[in-house]
T-cell receptor, first 114, second 114 residues
Framework: GAVVSQHPSRVICKSGTSVKIECRSLDFQATTMFWYRQFPKQSLMLMAT?????????EQGVEKDKFLINHASLTLSTLTVTSAHPEDSSFYIC??????????FGNGTRLTVT | AQSVTQLDSQVPVFEEAPVELRCNYSSSVSVYLFWYVQYPNQGLQLLLK??????LVKGINGFEAEFNKSQTSFHLRKPSVHISDTAEYFCAVSEGGATNKLIFGTGTLLAVQP
């Protein structure tokens, strides 16, 4: 079945640095990818929707200059957390779909900013 | 605007007992409904989905859900739970369309006790 690979699964970075998270669709072309953020014991909050070759659409309240999303190919989207701060520590999950197909989720990335 | 309500944050149940996890939604248009399961520090796995047709939907791991339009509900049920069913369960709604953006409920922790 379709698989979405997310890397890294865990990352620790120092405050002020940037970190990149990759989301790859392994056996299908992901025309649309979604990035979610999940705080401990809370639900998933949609951060942005990205379509291949175009700019991402950010949800209200999400800083596009802080959370840079690039969807340069049909199999790869990246989320870069720039100038990370401890409050950015969270679980980030990507999901991907092809036209007419259901969403497939990655296994998430646990970001800890010290 | 669409929204999803999961009234129970946690549902404790004994092994081999039946369980129902409640989900109510609000939307002004027709919706697609989903249930996902999340194990600790992992992404989401699709349990089942309602797109159209029969209102009783069967999913993986013995789970089923019933779409009730008049009550705007999509409750998840399993006749006999196992210890391995312990996880967080999320109900989600999508108004369809090309983006299939999902809006998640706050989740219900199913805690199966021996």
């Amino acid at each position: 079945g379709a698989v979405v690979s997310q890397h890294p699964s865990r990352v620790i970075c120092k405050s002020g640095t940037s970190v990149k998270i990759e989301c790859r669709s392994l056996d299908f072309q992901a025309t649309t990818m979604f990035w979610y953020r999940q705080f401990p014991k809370q639900s998933l909050m949609l951060m942005a929707t990205s379509n291949e070759g175009s700019k991402a659409t950010y949800e209200q309240g999400v800083e596009k200059d802080k959370f840079l999303i690039n969807h340069a190919s049909l199999t790869l989207s990246t989320l870069t957390v720039t100038s990370a701060h401890p409050e950015d520590s969270s679980f980030y999950i990507c999901s991907a779909r092809d036209a007419g197909s259901p969403l497939h989720f990655g296994n998430g990335t646990r970001l800890t900013v010290t | 605007a669409q929204s999803v309500t999961q009234l129970d944050s946690q549902v404790p149940v004994f092994e081999e007992a039946p369980v129902e996890l409640r989900c109510n939604y609000s939307s002004s248009v027709s919706v697609y409904l989903f249930w996902y399961v999340q194990y600790p520090n992992q992404g989401l796995q699709l349990l089942l989905k309602y797109l159209s047709g029969s209102t009783l939907v069967k999913g993986i791991n013995g789970f089923e859900a019933e779409f009730n339009k008049s009550q705007t509900s999509f409750h998840l049920r399993k006749p006999s739970v196992h210890i391995s069913d312990t996880a967080e369960y999320f109900c989600a709604v999508s108004e369809g369309g090309a983006t299939n953006k999902l809006i998640f409920g706050t989740g219900t922790l199913l805690a199966v006790q021996p």
